[in-house]
């Protein structure tokens, strides 16, 4: 039996933060429902993908999830919000708090109506500041957090392409819940659990903060070579580029035999990881002069050979081919709710031998469980029906 089996979350998140941490917890066997408008949320769409229309992001951040819509703003929409928190374990809302208020879905609420109920909520800011009522995205903890500044060149930030803020966000917002109602296990009582998304990525920066803090290098950016080891860094093949990693004395060493150039092992300039990192542009160029007359497949044997870790750069549909990706279960296809497609999903982030988690349902299509989930409640047919034509549900 999955491990959440019995749990009910009520899921009012959109995009990635809390959809994600919803998705997760379902994964876990919650019973997970999804409460969008009536005309579908803003990020069902995004970007517009299936044949049904709706987006690669929702497709991933909605699996094993059952679908309500609802009107919110109405009173019936409002008493039905009231009776499903009193059937629930967590709600999940990554809702700015005054939103959050105006819905009745902020804490005091929904503890006075369930006192055992654990509320999950994502801003951008966080509480305690000046900005913690500001609306944001992926992007402002990229910004903020330094990590944008440090990722591009000296003349130009650059943003990272994918949302690594807001899953890191939801992650860590799964695992909050997960403690909550463990604790609730104890106290009888749940609680509040809040992320926000540039905690996240002041955690996923701090040891560039903390260095900064200590020793002031006032560091610059310099596109992808890194600044702490060398070689670190994307070189070009003859026919492909690829990233390498090396670190430590040891690892360094094997590299200057592979590539021929055991004079380097004895050279000041790179006397240790430090050094290396401070004339890394000089390490690259060797490197870099090093694969360019080699192709990609040869470069990253003998990368290999020699332990030093390195991976070919692979585009969108290389990733999808990659054999490594799909034997080892990385991506699996699953079936598209009322369409023939199958999409490739990313599984649960982490495997467990004794409570593995389990695929049960795609994401749904728009209002797919209203009728049965509204049944659950108490309502007949005709009382459904009833909402229908209000234009409740």
Same mark, same amino acid.
């Given at each position: ?174 695992? $909050?819940?997960? #403690? *909550?109602?463990?604790?609730?296990? +104890?106290?009888?009582? !749940?609680? %509040? =659990? ?31 070579? $890194?600044?702490? #080891? *060398?070689?670190?860094?994307?070189? +070009?093949?003859?026919? !492909?580029? %690829? =990233? ?150």
């Amino acid at each position: 039996m999955p491990l959440l089996t019995g749990i009910r979350v009520l899921d009012f998140g959109r995009f990635i933060a809390g959809p994600y941490c919803a998705a997760l917890l379902g994964d876990l066997g919650a019973d997970v429902i999804r409460i969008e408008r009536i005309e579908g949320g803003e990020d069902r769409f995004v970007p517009r993908a299936a044949d049904t229309g709706d987006g690669a992001l929702y497709l991933q951040m909605n699996r094993n999830k059952r679908c309500l819509t609802l009107d919110l703003a109405s009173d019936d929409g409002r008493r039905i919000v009231r009776q499903l928190v009193e059937t629930a374990d967590v709600v999940v809302a990554n809702l700015p708090p005054a939103t959050l208020r105006q819905l009745g879905l902020d804490y005091a609420t929904v503890s006075a109506l369930n006192p055992r109920i654990v509320l999950a909520t994502v801003t951008a800011y966080g509480p305690g500041g000046p900005l913690s009522d500001q609306p944001g995205f992926d992007s402002i903890g990229q910004a903020m957090s330094g990590a944008m500044f440090m990722s591009g060149l000296p003349d130009a930030p650059a943003r990272f392409g994918v949302p690594y803020v807001d899953v890191s966000t939801a992650q860590a917002l799964a695992m $909050g819940t997960l #403690a *909550a109602l463990w604790s609730r296990e +104890r106290s009888g009582k !749940g609680q %509040l =659990v809040e992320g926000s998304l540039l905690r996240t990525s002041l955690i996923i920066s701090n040891p560039i903060l903390i260095e900064q803090s200590l020793k002031a290098p006032d560091r610059v950016p310099q596109g992808s070579r $890194g600044y702490a #080891a *060398a070689p670190s860094d994307l070189f +070009r093949a003859s026919d !492909g580029w %690829l =990233v390498v990693a090396t670190i430590g004395q040891w690892m360094f060493a094997r590299w200057c035999k592979l590539i021929g150039r055991e004079d380097l092992i004895d050279d000041p300039r790179f006397a240790d990881d430090e050094q290396r990192g401070n004339h890394s542009q000089a390490i690259s160029e060797v490197m870099a002069e090093w694969c360019a007359t080699r192709t990609l497949d040869t470069v990253l044997a003998a990368l290999a050979k020699a332990k030093i870790p390195a991976a070919p750069v692979l585009s969108p549909q290389q990733a999808l081919d990659e054999a490594h990706i799909r034997q080892a279960g990385l991506l699996v296809d699953r079936p598209v709710s009322a369409s023939t497609q199958h999409a490739p999903l990313a599984p649960h982030p982490v495997t467990m031998s004794a409570d593995p988690a389990v695929f049960e349902r795609s994401a749904p299509s728009l209002g797919q469980h209203t009728q049965e989930i509204l049944a659950t409640l108490g309502y007949d047919d005709a009382a459904i029906a009833a909402l229908r034509s209000a234009g409740v549900v």
